[in-house]
């Protein structure tokens, strides 16, 4: 009854708002027609605003953090594990070898070899230090099927003092060596007229010389030395020499041009020539200038510069100027293991007797001595690394060179002088090409292991000589390093030398016919050392040069004694 009651008041008032809103839409006053806007429309936006990520919350129940306590309930555990305490790896260590200031060495040999030599070091503070040295090595010769005597021996002394200071450093120092040689390489033909006139084949060198050098921090000039030497031989021939080097770094518009200047002086005479009674003199001087620019780029290493040269000839009083190109790079391929290299130079190389007599000492006492012009240098090559312990290193090289030394078995004269027979040689100069190609490896096994191989190769143009005289066409090298253990060490040293050509003269047993060219065999010359080192002051040492056993011709008509062995001892001390 009471759902019916509430359906029928429903419609009741659905049925009163219907008839309402009918009588509203009849009573509606508005007129349609034309409507007149008198002013345009404007919309307006009405100011925004940007909800708040972290509404504020104004519930006092729910803003209102609960403190919160907590309470721990700890007990003991018991535990029988007991940790152990850390302990370091044990590395093993070398033992510090103990380094000493001075050593002397003494050794004998077969063809009654002696050889010894002292060397001395003594800090007088910590920036001052005095030294020097004493050495001698001599042999009694015994060259089988030799005709004159073949002994040598050379003895050198010399001091020397260093002291660095704060921006500089500075060295001086003195010395003095004699050498005596023989002419004993007569030719076979010349033997019984060269015994006839008793010659004396005895040839003996000294020289004595002082200089010193100095280098200084945060300059323009980083360096300078000087030194002189005087050089004589026991035939009346002598020379003097001076030399004066500075390096100096001149800023120029903000770049730094790193130049050299040398000076160098020589003077000397001889006695006579190799033809005739007259005296030979040589003096000159030289002033060069080398400013060099470099140039650093990433990978690229650029050095840019050249070279002038001023030569004052004072016995022909001739002035004559000499322009060189100075030019070297390097580049970086691939990091250490692939490095191009190449240049072109050039420089005026001042010859002198004792440069001459040092290389060869069985040259006569009549030579022409006059500079060298190497025109160009040039050089091209790849170096690197090809793992980290072995180095590799390839070149190519073209040299130039006018006015050229080389030495030429002397002309047979048979007269009273003592290096007539065949048995000396001179110096001819010539306009020399050289074109070669060279190989180089090392290898460093461990600390205690070293080789190194290197091969080269060369050819040569002559313009006037038939023969690019005693200039191998082969040079190749081998080197061993190895510390066996704490107390054994060894080594070896390995030379081969390839054919070389010089003048032979052949004696008809009334005159000396026409010269002809002769080639000398190429020779193998192996050397090795075997040593134990006794505690940190003594070691005794074994030596065995030219172990293969040939008297080989170093220079023409010139054999060299066969195998040798030599042992000695080295004490190290400390004052």
């Not at 001052?128 to 089988?144: C, D, K, T």
């Not at 050509?501 to 065999?521: A, E, R, S, W």
Request: cysteine-free.
């Amino acid at each position: 009854m009471r759902k019916q009651t509430k359906y029928i008041l429903l419609a009741i008032v659905t049925l009163s708002v219907t008839t309402v809103f009918s009588q509203s839409r009849k009573n509606d006053t508005i007129n349609t027609g034309v409507i007149d806007v008198v002013k345009p429309y404007t919309p307006s936006i009405s100011d925004a605003f940007k909800v708040k990520e972290i509404p504020s919350l104004d519930d006092e129940e729910t803003a209102t953090k609960k403190e919160i306590k907590y309470n721990i309930f700890s007990f003991p555990v018991a535990s029988t594990f007991t940790p152990a305490k850390g302990k370091a790896a044990v590395v093993e260590k070398a033992k510090p070898a103990k380094l000493y200031d001075n050593y002397a060495t003494l050794g004998f040999g077969t063809y009654t070899t002696i050889l010894g030599e002292v060397y001395l070091n003594h800090a007088i503070s910590r920036t001052e230090s005095v030294g020097g040295y004493v050495s001698h090595h001599s042999s009694q010769g015994g060259i089988e099927d030799l005709s004159f005597d073949d002994n040598f021996s050379t003895t050198k002394i010399n001091a020397n003092y260093s002291s660095r200071l704060r921006d500089l450093a500075w060295h001086v120092e003195g010395g003095f060596q004699q050498q005596m040689f023989n002419w004993y390489g007569v030719p076979q033909s010349q033997i019984a007229q060269a015994q006839t006139n008793n010659i004396d084949v005895d040839h003996s060198f000294y020289s004595a010389y002082f200089g010193g050098d100095i280098s200084f921090e945060n300059t323009y000039i980083n360096s300078g030395s000087l030194f002189f030497r005087r050089f004589g031989d026991n035939q009346g021939s002598g020379e003097n020499r001076f030399i004066a080097k500075a390096k100096i770094d001149m800023p120029i518009q903000g770049e730094e041009i790193s130049t050299d200047f040398k000076f160098d002086y020589i003077n000397g005479t001889f006695d006579r020539s190799y033809f005739f009674n007259n005296e030979l003199r040589h003096s000159n001087f030289q002033i060069s200038v080398s400013p060099t620019y470099q140039l650093k780029e990433d990978d690229l290493t650029l050095n840019l510069g050249a070279s002038i040269s001023y030569l004052r000839d004072s016995e022909t009083k001739e002035n004559s100027i000499y322009l060189y190109p100075n030019i070297t790079a390097t580049y970086r391929l691939v990091n250490d293991v692939l490095i191009a290299y190449g240049g072109i130079q050039g420089e005026l190389i001042q010859n002198s007797y004792h440069d001459f007599a040092t290389e060869n000492p069985f040259v006569s006492p009549t030579l022409m001595v006059m500079p060298t012009d190497q025109q160009y240098n040039a050089h091209i090559g790849l170096k690197g690394k090809l793992s980290s312990n072995m180095s590799y290193n390839i070149s190519g090289r073209y040299l130039a060179d006018r006015n050229k030394a080389l030495y030429r078995n002397n002309d047979v004269t048979l007269t009273s002088q003592n290096y007539s027979y065949g048995n000396s040689f001179g110096i001819v100069y010539d306009d020399v090409d050289t074109f070669g190609v060279a190989g180089e490896i090392n290898v460093d096994v461990n600390r205690n292991f070293k080789l190194g191989i290197k091969a080269e190769y060369f050819k040569y143009t002559t313009d006037t000589e038939t023969e690019a005289w005693n200039l191998p066409d082969v040079k190749g090298s081998l080197f061993l390093d190895y510390q066996i253990n704490e107390h054994w060490f060894a080594g070896a040293n390995l030379f081969y030398i390839g054919e070389r050509k010089d003048q032979f003269f052949l004696n008809n047993g009334i005159t000396i016919t026409t010269p002809f060219t002769m080639v000398l065999d190429s020779y193998f010359d192996a050397n090795a050392h075997l040593g134990y080192h006794i505690n940190d002051k003594i070691s005794v040492f074994a030596k065995a040069n030219n172990i293969n056993n040939k008297a080989y011709q170093r220079w023409q008509n010139f054999p060299v004694q066969s195998i040798q062995f030599l042992a000695g001892a080295t004490f190290k001390f400390d004052f």
